[in-house]
């Protein structure tokens, strides 16, 4: 079986193999499922760490500084660059940016770039399928870049267990637009271009936007850096490491683990019921007759809803 | 019964209780279904807008001018503001912008700002009962605003009649970056800040993107405006208009409307079938259970979601 025969060659770290293993998650559904059952008693070695922020932010710069900064230490690295908004696929970020020469000619480090188009089963489970090949292929740290803050993206980053929220100087009121649920997110915070004006005052900011929020255990630190001078990324990553001893120490790594397991769970479960249920809805051109009834204002949503709903048994 | 009094107070143009409902839709969703059963009936009249578009294109300014110019032709205007990242309701909009002072205090003009917080059934069930609200209260035309161009917003743009793409001069690659899955949706293109350097080159990337696209019965205007001048926005509206007869010259209102009414009831079916699929999971602890086995490797997320979907009859 070819899956088998990947699976086999990945586990040896055949670069080749899991390029062909990522591909194929991206567009059959089907096989994904086989690969990931396959594969997944070997996954969870990998330190996941999760990059975000607004566009503008140098979050490419950031990543590949950081992934020479492994590389210099001595680690492997994945690195999945996450373009919901892009045409393309498995190009499209690769293509439009420079990534560093020594790093995609580096066989320690491992680049994907992942767009919606070509992702049947949702870009979100795709790219969950793409950490674990790459955590199967050894790669101690991935990386989780992407291109902005959307709803997409931060359901996407939060699968990581360190988030770096990037911010930079300047951002001024989009710096207020992206606080709701989505600062409160970051585990370390990464002011780039700090060679730029006001970079103290949008760290002051991130700190007075942390003393308003809920007291926590452990306190994001706020990390200075100028990724385009490679300023600070070793602190940075230095903060990466800490947090993830913080995580095993205090027994969050293990929480935080099957939280998104159990959130991974769930959306498995919402795709095939839905599946399931919409099929069934079918029955009979049942759906459609019903929304014809709205249509014509016979008929609200709500009491549509509830008579599709009585098709299946009380069993749901 | 409450409800039946305000929605009788709404069925007579009472503003107080069409603010009043609003605000109950945001906040119950049990009273928000027992709202729109009531009302649904009435709803169907308005010609509603969307208006999206990247962040900084003026939609606010643009959104009010629409709304003078529709005053001055005599019709009654609901706008509903949509900004999904502001951690305040009812007010965030409106609080930070400078709304103008003549339609805030104008019987013919209601204003809406909407956000995540307090929108219990998320923020697009929430929006379209704040718009079927204003439907029944008497509005000819609503006009949905969105802040950008996020999946939630475009979601929530696309149940309108008539979307309106507002673009800017000088975007540069933002104009790439939001083409895909984005673009296509645009009914009307409007080329805001037409006084600014570019617009014209903007237009014309506007106008080839369009070439570039699938050959459609109605090709998109393309209106260049200066909404902070009000040049512009009586041709932008006559556009919206036209665009409104050929919905329904051409059969695809009646279209369009049914596959939104479609999408809103299989929303509405996820929602319900998930929230008993999540309690029936609950049973036994059987969703912590596999999360656990999962986490130790024991068990495969997908295999998880079988054997919980196992727990179901067959009837789904």
Same mark, same amino acid.
């Given at each position: 079986?070819? +899956? ?44 996941? +760490? ?24 001595? *680690? ?48 979100? %489970? ?27 993206? +931060? ?75 490679? %300023? ?7 903060? +990466? ?25 769930? *959306? ?20 459609? *007759? ?19 709903? *009585? ?6």
């Amino acid at each position: 079986m070819l +899956i088998l025969e990947y699976v086999d060659k990945l586990l040896n770290g055949d670069r080749r193999a899991c390029a062909r293993l990522i591909s194929i998650v991206e567009n059959d559904e089907e096989e994904a499922k086989n690969i990931i059952k396959e594969i997944y008693k070997y996954t969870g070695k990998a330190h996941v +760490i999760g990059i975000t922020g607004p566009p503008g932010g140098g979050k490419s710069t950031l990543t590949d500084k950081l992934a020479k900064e492994l590389r210099n230490r001595g *680690k492997t690295v994945g690195i999945v660059a996450i373009d919901p908004t892009s045409p393309f696929t498995g190009g499209s970020i690769l293509g439009d940016r420079i990534r560093m020469q020594d790093l995609a000619t580096d066989p320690g480090v491992f680049i994907r770039s992942m767009g919606t188009r070509g992702c049947l089963g949702g870009l979100s %489970k795709a790219t969950q399928s793409a950490v674990k090949i790459l955590d199967v292929y050894g790669a101690d740290y991935i990386i989780i870049e992407t291109v902005g803050v959307g709803q997409s993206e +931060i359901d996407i980053v939060k699968t990581a267990d360190t988030i770096v929220m990037v911010m930079v100087p300047g951002l001024g009121d989009d710096i207020q637009a992206i606080k709701a649920g989505v600062m409160e997110i970051g585990d370390i915070f990464a002011i780039n271009k700090s060679d730029l004006d006001g970079a103290n005052r949008t760290a002051a900011e991130v700190k007075a936007m942390l003393d308003m929020g809920p007291r926590k255990d452990r306190r994001p630190p706020i990390v200075q850096v100028v990724a385009s001078l490679n %300023k600070g990324t070793s602190e940075l990553l230095d903060e +990466i490491i800490n947090h993830m001893e913080y995580l095993k120490s205090s027994g969050e790594l293990k929480k935080r683990r099957e939280d998104n397991i159990k959130t991974e769970i769930i *959306k498995l479960i919402e795709t095939e019921v839905m599946k399931r249920v919409l099929e069934k809805s079918q029955t009979n051109h049942a759906l459609e *007759k019903v929304t014809a009834s709205v249509a014509n204002r016979k008929m609200d949503p709500f009491s549509a809803c509830e008579s599709i709903i *009585k098709l299946f048994s009380d069993n749901i």
